[in-house]
């Protein structure tokens, strides 16, 4: 377990709480935003996503200790603002935290934190931050089936069938109106798919698919770095040269 000095993160959180402590009375606690922003971008370098934060300002008192246990897929911030305290990692010793010091424990570590002062109490922050299930990255992407602009191609770029499974994966799945129609698809079976059937099904959309190769016309409304999965026509020059230009 690391020791990191917040002296300013002490200071900030004194200023802060103890004025509402009465309100709170020691108990658990709403994260304010830049203490669970902090935490946020720890768990992102881990590659990881916070599902939920949990903050709670717990009172040892003297020669008194929180029992074994662990957090499962919860990484735990303990925070000394009062006294010290010993936390102890199971087959990892034990680590000292004074007043000011903080320690991170990863999660699903089995251990226990200490105040060994018969006469004094003590007095720590702590925050949990999970993760997301079962520990997969939860990804917002969006994906948009293009209705093809030329009227000879009848085909579309994605079933009812292939939505339902985008959508399993936690996937935005938005299709122009129309898009099927010549395939015998209407919109009402994307909608039963989970899709949302729309005119502005292009808008911000992270990954657009259609049949045949965009026109101009048609890359003016894709947001800029959209990835475009369709037929391409690489013969035609004008192609690589309308996706260079956007």
């Known amino acids: 377990m690391k020791i990191i000095r917040r002296e300013l993160l002490h200071l900030a959180w004194?200023?802060?709480a103890l004025p509402s402590m009465s309100k709170i009375a020691w108990?658990?606690?709403?994260?304010?935003?830049?203490?669970?922003?902090?935490l946020r971008k720890d768990l992102e370098g881990q590659g990881q996503v916070v599902q939920e934060t949990i903050v709670s300002v717990i009172d040892f008192g003297p020669g008194t200790a929180a029992p074994w246990h662990m957090h499962p897929g919860a990484q735990e911030l303990l925070h000394v603002i009062e006294g010290n305290l010993v936390v102890e990692v199971e087959g990892a010793g034990t680590t000292l935290l004074k007043t000011g010091e903080a320690g991170i424990i990863a999660a699903n570590l089995v251990h226990l934190a200490r105040n060994e002062?018969?006469?004094?109490?003590?007095?720590?922050?702590?925050?949990?931050?999970?993760?997301?299930?079962?520990?997969?990255v939860e990804v917002q992407m969006k994906i948009a089936v293009a209705k093809e602009i030329d009227r000879s191609e009848p085909r579309v770029a994605a079933s009812p069938d292939a939505v339902k499974k985008f959508k399993a994966l936690g996937v935005d799945m938005a299709v122009e109106?129309?898009?099927?129609?010549?395939?015998?698809?209407?919109?009402?079976?994307?909608t039963a798919a989970g899709a949302t059937v729309s005119t502005d099904a292009l808008d911000n959309a992270?990954?657009?698919?259609?049949?045949?190769?965009?026109?101009?016309?048609?890359l003016a409304n894709y947001k800029r770095g959209a990835l475009v999965i369709a037929i391409m026509d690489l013969c035609v020059?004008?192609?690589i040269s309308e996706f260079g230009q956007n």
């Not at 002062?117 to 997969?136: P, Q």
Request: aromatic share 2%; charged share 25%.
């Open 117 to 136: 002062n018969t006469r004094g109490s003590a007095k720590a922050l702590v925050v949990h931050s999970r993760a997301a299930k079962d520990g997969r």
């Open 177 to 190: 109106p129309g898009a099927g129609i010549k395939s015998g698809l209407p919109d009402s079976e994307f």
């Open 14 to 16: 004194v200023a802060i």
């Open 206 to 218: 992270d990954i657009v698919i259609k049949v045949k190769r965009p026109e101009a016309s048609e």
């Open 237 to 239: 020059p004008k192609t």
């Open 27 to 38: 108990a658990q606690t709403q994260v304010t935003p830049k203490l669970a922003q902090i």
